[in-house]
């Protein structure tokens, strides 16, 4: 595939947890890092999470540092996000994103070529 393909939203209620998924694309040879950002109605696409591909370090906001987790399976070519104790504020479009190139940041959108067509997470009060 092309692109990196999320699954796995939905709407759970405040402190629940959920778990997205994403494919990366067939790119296997020249992947550096994935990443999470997310864009809630009204507001810029914001970073969530990141992992080194090379290195599996890994990266996040400090409004989900603690209660989310970022993953990697590099047989299945797949990255997760464990979502933990979440927040009616994370409601948002998730976006998984992949870049081929060794950037000074994985925090930036600009470091990611390759975007998936996003999956809703709505977190209720």
């Known amino acids: 595939q092309v692109q990196p393909v999320e699954s796995g939203g939905g709407l759970v209620q405040a402190g629940d947890s959920l778990r997205l998924s994403c494919a990366a694309s067939g790119r296997t040879f020249s992947r550096t890092a994935m990443g999470w950002f997310r864009q809630a109605p009204g507001k810029e696409r914001e970073f969530v999470a990141a992992?080194?591909?090379?290195?599996?370090?890994?990266y996040y906001a400090d409004s989900v540092k603690g209660r989310f987790t970022i993953s990697r399976d590099v047989a299945k070519n797949t990255v997760l996000l464990q979502m933990n104790s979440l927040e009616p504020e994370d409601t948002a479009v998730y976006y998984c994103?992949?870049?081929?190139?060794?950037?000074?940041?994985?925090?930036?959108?600009?470091?990611?070529?390759?975007w998936g067509q996003g999956t809703q997470v709505t977190v209720s009060s």
């Open positions: 992992i080194s591909w090379i290195t599996s370090s890994t």
């Open positions: 994103a992949e870049s081929s190139i060794y950037a000074s940041s994985l925090r930036v959108a600009s470091t990611y070529a390759y």
